[in-house]
């Protein structure tokens, strides 16, 4: 039988690097008819129209429902780990049942995948890109879970590997060769006529997602420097790149009084899929060769040119720029390479394996700044050196710079190219072992009443804990098993560790366990219940224990539930205003669910949310039915 392949990543058809990638090994895997292949697409709904177009099997990465989604966009951090497929990874798991899972992301977008029941019981690869050192605790810490963990540059690896994680292992993102290369100087001199570009313009060209971390500032500096000591060169700046996001590119131009006339763009017709070659006037322009009225946006992630235009555009320039803060690969400068131009980026993160002699390209240096926040390491690239490394290539003799070019494109071909991507993947693939689980996603309970066995090692103690009351298998690289020996070596007793594991279990239970709140209810007291939601904190529910009585006198004959979290029953317990104590859950953080709507008769006549506020939600309807507690009297 066939290998069942999920690969997970930006949908193949998205104009993103990770989405060409994806496309690239998609295709080679595809047509292997080794496997049998299956695209978890990011940015796609589950049955999107466009997961249909494919020859392998595709589904969104996103739920369908608008409902749940609405409900996923109120929660920022819900909404951007759906937009990575958090909230349908275990679907696609259950309903394809594969042998092998590989994801294709940033590190982040696959946060905790680690930790579900199915990761590691098939086999699971992570494929990521990592930019900046020190890298990302999440990317260290995950390491000793992650079996079969590759990333996309070597100095990733180097430092995983001196984190003592020795299984890490390069593998780069890929291009298909035939898809860039160097067009002869007629059809270029022909092209250039096309765009009204000067045979002798000197173009620098720069590739790139208009965001942050692309250094635009340092380029506008560098060129800036290279006209004033140049300015007979007829140089001039191609930005291939939404005008529309990031960098106000306009605004930079004139603060450093560069002529907009020399800065060209991309832009495409989202009608024809023509693209010209212009200076960049506004975001909407007329497409002049299919004539459609403002038809014409600069290129973005949504709508570009195919590889086939791209590979044009790279043949218009005399050199290829890249300066960024910190990056996972950079596509666009293997791309130049094999159209054989010469490449200039920042020499540092991925850049690293982009400027070395072998690459055939020259080095930009850059100075440190700490990443707010994150404290990484970022680069920014010094305009002195942009401007020197523009100007060695533009002094180079027409052969130097043929010589150069055929050079980079062959350290692409033998580096990154599809086909030798393809085949280390293949060889890691067919030495994964075959796949013993049934599949089941029943996660095991908790227990809370498991008592150890009195075991003397407390490594071992420690996993018996996890195994046998959070229903966990770690093993001694565990950052919680790591948290715990240290807190041992500090004095903790094992009475007050195994208390805490058990709590936890149980607030794990309730959590997991689907409120059902007609079976938490009096049979009853249906129309004379009051439900006060108060999850937090111990501080807020003793105040609120003030206002019980007055609550209890204003419907004498209602019942009062407390829904809190269980770290504050304790208050509670024996308060004779209060009915029940029942468990909070983020369902019931609602007034229309508790309350009633529209055909939902509702649980309680009057919720009271206390730690709430009415820009949050609507929370004092009661159904009109409140009272107020106070009269005023004429004296």
């Known amino acids: 039988m066939k290998k069942k392949i999920v690969i997970h990543s930006n949908h193949s058809r998205a104009f993103t690097g990770f989405g060409k990638h994806t496309k690239n090994i998609l295709q080679y895997l595809y047509q292997t008819d080794k496997y049998e292949i299956v695209e978890f697409a990011n940015g796609l709904a589950w049955d ?38 958090s909230e349908m990874v275990d679907e696609i798991i259950k309903k394809e049942k594969p042998d092998v899972y590989i994801g294709i992301e940033d590190i982040w977008g696959f946060s905790g995948y680690w930790n579900r029941n199915w990761w590691n019981k098939i086999n699971c690869m992570l494929w990521t890109t990592l930019d900046s050192l020190p890298l990302l605790p999440e990317s260290v810490s995950a390491a000793g879970k992650i079996k079969h963990y590759y990333v996309w540059a070597s100095f990733a690896v180097k430092e995983l590997q001196r984190l003592g994680h020795k299984h890490v292992d390069l593998l780069r993102g890929c291009l298909k060769p035939d898809n860039f290369f160097k067009i002869d100087d007629q059809s270029k001199s022909q092209l250039r006529s096309k765009y009204n570009i000067h045979p002798n313009d000197f173009i620098i060209g720069f590739v790139f997602r ?214 280390k993947l293949e060889k890691i693939i067919d030495g994964m072992p075959e796949v013993n689980w049934d599949y089941n996603f029943e996660k095991l309970k908790n227990d809370p009443n498991y008592n150890p066995p009195n075991i003397k090692d407390d490594k071992l103690w420690l996993i018996d804990l996890y195994k046998n009351i959070l229903k966990r298998d770690v093993d001694e690289t565990d950052d919680g098993h790591k948290y715990w020996m240290q807190e041992i070596s500090k004095g903790a007793d094992r009475n007050s560790i195994l208390k805490f594991f058990k709590k936890t279990a149980t607030e794990t239970n309730q959590k997991e366990t689907k409120l059902e709140l007609e079976d938490l209810l009096d049979k009853d007291d249906k129309g004379k219940r009051v439900a006060v939601v108060l999850p937090q904190s111990q501080k807020d529910v003793f105040a609120f224990t003030s206002i019980l009585p007055s609550i209890k006198r204003l419907y004498p004959d209602h019942n009062i539930y407390f829904f809190t979290n269980s770290d504050c029953v304790d208050i509670l317990d024996g308060n004779p205003n209060v009915h029940k104590v029942l468990p909070f859950q983020q369902e019931i953080d609602d007034p229309f669910i508790l309350e009633g709507r529209s055909d939902h008769e509702g649980y309680f006549d009057v919720a009271y949310f206390p730690n709430t506020t009415t820009q949050k939600f609507v929370s004092y309807t009661h159904n009109c039915k409140d009272k107020i507690d106070f009269d005023l009297q004429c004296i």
């Open 48 to 85: 999107a129209k466009d997961t249909k177009l494919l020859p392998w099997k595709c589904y969104g990465s996103l739920p369908s429902d608008p409902q749940r989604i609405n409900k996923l966009n109120k929660d920022p951090n819900l909404a951007r780990a759906a937009g990575y497929g």
């Open 210 to 423: 208009n965001q942050l971390r692309k250094s635009v500032p340092n380029l506008l500096e560098g060129y800036k420097l290279f006209l004033d000591k140049n300015p007979d060169s007829r140089a001039k700046l191609l930005f291939h790149t939404s005008w529309g996001e990031g960098w106000d590119i306009p605004r930079l131009l004139k603060e450093k009084g560069i002529d907009s006339n020399n800065v060209l763009t991309t832009y495409y017709c989202k009608s024809c899929t023509e693209f010209e070659i212009k200076k960049f006037t506004q975001h909407k322009e007329d497409c002049r060769f299919c004539g459609a009225e403002k038809t014409q946006e600069t290129t973005n992630v949504k709508h570009g040119v195919s590889e086939e235009q791209l590979n044009l555009i790279y043949n218009l320039m005399d050199t290829y720029c890249h300066p960024f803060t910190s990056g996972g690969q950079e596509i666009p400068i293997q791309e130049a390479k094999l159209t054989e131009l010469v490449t200039l980026n920042t020499n540092y993160s991925c850049g690293e394996d982009s400027c070395t002699e072998e690459s055939g390209g020259f080095p930009l240096d850059w100075a440190e700044y700490r990443e707010p926040g994150t404290q990484f390491i970022k680069a920014s690239t010094l305009p002195e050196s942009i401007e020197e490394n523009i100007t060695k290539v533009f002094k180079m003799s027409k052969e130097e710079r043929a010589s150069l070019g055929k050079k980079a494109r062959q350290f692409v071909i033998n580096n990154f190219s599809v086909e030798v991507i393809g085949r």
